[in-house]
Nanobody, 121 residues
């Protein structure tokens, strides 16, 4: 599975961005999809995950109520809608695919290249 993330950019605090992650080369609908992020000088951290059919989602406490993950299996794409962005959301955001439901980085076996999100204060 190849994953291509896009949609990052520079936004002011309080603004919104929508990230996309397009998958190819595999059976997208058989994989849970997640988003992780890595801020400068910090380890990569879990953001959110969505089940294979999109019926179940889970969020890190830091983004709960502000971010929303969704997927379109017909388009082999997963999305991350980010609202009420804060400077501490600044990071490189990665999409990833897992054969099973998980919030653990090591259980995701395919990764996109990352897209930079910068939130100015």
């Amino acid at each position: 599975v190849q994953l291509q993330a896009s949609g990052g950019g520079l936004v002011q605090a309080g603004g919104s961005l929508r990230l996309s992650c397009a998958a190819s080369g595999g059976t997208f609908s058989r994989r849970a999809m997640g988003w992780f992020r890595q801020a400068p000088g910090k380890e990569r951290e879990f953001v959110t995950v969505i089940s294979r059919n999109g019926g179940t989602t889970y969020y890190a406490d830091s983004v709960k109520g502000r971010f929303a993950i969704s997927r379109d299996n017909a388009k082999n794409t997963v999305y991350l809608q980010m609202n009420s962005l804060k400077p501490e959301d600044t990071a490189v955001y990665y999409c990833a695919a897992s054969p099973s439901w998980s919030t653990f980085e090591y259980e995701f076996d395919y990764w996109g290249q990352g897209t930079q999100v910068t939130v100015s204060s």
